[in-house]
């Protein structure tokens, strides 16, 4: 079985596989990490080469099933995942977190993109507490009167960085205490966040720090049975090796 992975979900239901015997995981990487944390079963990274090349790579390697376990915003891997899984006939499962909702005491401002977002910060200077990852940052050098506190895993391309930035790398969860005394020490006005879900830490900040928050709103989810939660996609596994047919069915 393949899943697609980078992310935290795809990591955890990496380490339920381990060591079972009833199913043979990989685990692959789009590459775009420095040094991703090795999982506990085979990997493997790079991209296929689009639809083709991964319906290749499941007809190939006689993939069983397939789990889209990829970040709720990268799309293309979504869409070329369930191409793929028709043109190879392989069942395939969505594992995807659900998103935040904003609650109580929150003061969210949805936007339908990053640029979106970089235009909603407005005319006025603002001190903005960027978390959106190191591939997006572009759009922001449109909105270059702001101050930004950049935080990603790996340092961002010094060409796509907006002029008033500081770079803080780290690997999250963090927690709500971490963010909230991160945001007072720099003098944060406004959160801008993809909306991920996951770990609420800054969120939960924010809205103890009376903050508002730009929110990257979703694109529609991949179609397709779909869970949320790493066991879900295990006891999916479990029902199709139970189910798979057997060498005589398959006419061998
Ligand atoms: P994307 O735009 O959906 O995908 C671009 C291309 O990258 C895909 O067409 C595919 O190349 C390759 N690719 C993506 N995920 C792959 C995987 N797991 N294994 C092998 N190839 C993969 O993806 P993205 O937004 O750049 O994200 C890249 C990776 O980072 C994803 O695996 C995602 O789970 C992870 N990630 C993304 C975000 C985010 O905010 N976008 C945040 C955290 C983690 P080919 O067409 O050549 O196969």
Same mark, same amino acid.
């Given at each position: 079985?393949?899943?697609?992975?980078?992310?935290?979900?795809?990591?955890?239901?990496?380490? #339920?596989?381990?060591?079972?015997?009833?199913?043979?995981?990989?685990?692959?990487?789009?590459?775009?990490?420095?040094?991703?944390?090795?999982?506990?079963? /085979?990997?493997?990274?790079?991209?296929?080469?689009?639809?083709?090349?991964?319906?290749?790579?499941?007809?190939?390697?006689?993939?069983?099933?397939?789990?889209?376990?990829?970040?709720?915003?990268?799309?293309?891997?979504?869409?070329?995942?369930?191409?793929?899984?028709?043109?190879?006939?392989?069942?395939?499962?969505?594992?995807?977190?659900?998103?935040?909702?904003?609650?109580?005491?929150?003061?969210?401002?949805?936007?339908?993109?990053?640029?979106?977002?970089?235009?909603? #910060?407005?005319?006025?200077?603002?001190?903005?507490?960027?978390?959106?990852?190191?591939?997006?940052?572009? /759009?922001?050098?449109?909105?270059?009167?702001?101050?930004?506190?950049?935080?990603?895993?790996?340092?961002?391309?010094?060409?796509? #960085?907006?002029?008033?930035?500081?770079?803080?790398?780290?690997?999250?969860?963090?927690?709500?205490?971490?963010?909230?005394?991160?945001?007072?020490?720099?003098?944060?006005?406004?959160?801008?966040?993809?909306?991920?879900?996951?770990?609420?830490?800054?969120?939960?900040?924010?809205?103890?720090?009376?903050?508002?928050?730009?929110?990257?709103?979703?694109?529609?989810?991949?179609?397709?049975?779909?869970?949320?939660?790493?066991?879900?996609?295990?006891?999916?596994?479990?029902?199709?090796?139970?189910?798979?047919?057997?060498?005589?069915?398959?006419?061998?």
């Amino acid at each position: 079985m393949l899943i697609l992975g980078g992310t935290a979900e795809a990591s955890a239901l990496a380490r #339920l596989l381990a060591g079972e015997s009833w199913v043979a995981p990989v685990l692959s990487f789009a590459g775009r990490t420095v040094s991703p944390v090795l999982p506990p079963i /085979p990997s493997r990274v790079g991209g296929f080469g689009g639809v083709d090349g991964l319906a290749a790579y499941l007809a190939r390697e006689r993939v069983e099933a397939l789990i889209d376990a990829t970040h709720p915003f990268a799309h293309q891997i979504s869409i070329n995942a369930e191409r793929a899984a028709e043109v190879a006939s392989v069942p395939r499962l969505v594992l995807q977190r659900p998103p935040w909702i904003a609650g109580p005491g929150d003061s969210w401002h949805s936007v339908p993109s990053v640029a979106a977002a970089a235009a909603a #910060l407005g005319e006025a200077p603002q001190r903005v507490f960027l978390t959106i990852g190191r591939q997006d940052l572009l /759009p922001f050098q449109a909105a270059a009167h702001h101050f930004y506190l950049i935080r990603s895993v790996d340092p961002p391309d010094p060409a796509l #960085l907006p002029p008033r930035a500081e770079i803080l790398t780290g690997r999250g969860p963090f927690t709500e205490d971490h963010d909230r005394a991160l945001m007072e020490r720099h003098g944060i006005g406004v959160l801008v966040t993809k909306n991920s879900g996951g770990a609420e830490g800054k969120l939960r900040a924010a809205r103890a720090l009376g903050l508002p928050v730009i929110m990257v709103a979703r694109r529609p989810a991949p179609t397709g049975e779909t869970v949320t939660e790493p066991e879900a996609a295990l006891a999916w596994l479990r029902a199709h090796a139970e189910t798979r047919p057997t060498p005589d069915d398959r006419g061998a």
